[in-house]
């Protein structure tokens, strides 16, 4: 027997993520910058790694679990790498809105191609599966546990790319800054 879903429950994710990242992109590359900053500011690309490495931690955790059929680690994990990428978020958006975009500097050839192709393609995904993930704890939450499997082999590995990418952007920035 298949499970209904409302479509209430895909057009909220989809509304909800598309508000996300508009309000991102007015916040990266539109928000006036202040011209002085705190010192801490500096840190935070650093929580941003932090928090995308344990979300990247804790989905990988999450995969094994349920596919040990460890349902309660599975739960948990899970939970734990959207909390991790909520603090993440929250860092992220208290970096831009204090520094602004962080441009790559000049003169690295072919190193800023890859850098920029890095950047884009978790740019791009990370606002293409937000919806994804956003669906796949309603289906959870609300007991969907035979169309939840569906979206979740969907939502976790462009999740975990998203999380390992967002690591290795702030160590290409902080190596050729």
């Given amino acids: 027997m298949s499970e209904r879903v409302h479509p209430i429950t895909y057009i909220g994710s989809l509304v909800a993520s598309a508000v996300a990242a508009l309000f991102l992109i007015w916040l990266v590359y539109f928000k006036p910058v202040a011209a002085e900053q705190q010192a801490w500011v500096a840190y935070l690309p650093w929580c941003n790694a932090f928090f995308n490495s344990l979300s990247a931690y804790n989905l990988a955790r999450g995969w094994s679990a349920i596919k040990a059929r460890r349902i309660p680690q599975h739960r948990f994990h899970m939970l734990a790498a959207l909390v991790c990428s909520s603090l993440f978020l929250v860092s992220y958006i208290l970096y831009h809105s204090l520094h602004g975009d962080t441009k790559f500097p000049a003169g690295h050839g072919w190193i ?58 702030v160590l290409f920035l902080k190596a050729y800054a």
């Fill in 112 to 169: 800023k191609g890859v850098y920029l192709t890095i950047l884009f393609s978790h740019i791009g995904l990370s606002i293409l599966v937000l919806p994804v993930i956003l669906t796949t704890f309603a289906l959870a939450f609300m007991g969907k546990f035979t169309v939840h499997p569906k979206f979740g082999r969907i939502a976790l590995p462009v999740w975990l790319y998203v999380s390992v990418t967002g690591v290795i952007i």
